[in-house]
Nanobody, 122 residues
């Protein structure tokens, strides 16, 4: 599966953004999906994940209550709605796919898309 993330940009603290991840190549619904981010000079970290059907979702504590992960299997698209953005959310956000399962560990994911930059000014 090929993944393409989009929707990043420069926003102010408190603003919202919605990231999208378009998937192609194989059956999207066969993959658990996740969002990860990497801030400058920091390691990549888990943000959110969603099961193949969308019934189960998982969030990092730092984004819980502010971010919402969702998917539209008919459109082969993964989303990340980000509200109440903070400067510490500034990072490159990447989507990832894991065959037949979901999870919060980046090592469990099989495919990665290029990232999209999110910058939050104070």
């Amino acid at each position: 599966v090929q993944l393409q993330a989009s929707g990043g940009g420069l926003v102010q603290a408190g603003d919202s953004l919605r990231l999208s991840c378009a998937a192609s190549g194989r059956t999207f619904s066969s993959y658990g999906m996740g969002w990860f981010r990497q801030a400058p000079e920091k390691e990549r970290e888990f943000v959110a994940a969603i099961s193949r059907t969308g019934r189960s979702t998982y969030y990092a504590d730092s984004v819980k209550g502010r971010f919402t992960i969702s998917r539209d299997n008919a459109k082969n698209t993964l989303y990340l709605q980000m509200n109440s953005l903070k400067p510490e959310d500034t990072a490159v956000y990447s989507c990832a796919a894991r065959r037949w399962a979901d999870g919060t560990s980046q090592g469990e994911y099989d495919y990665w898309g290029q990232g999209t930059q999110v910058t939050v000014s104070s």
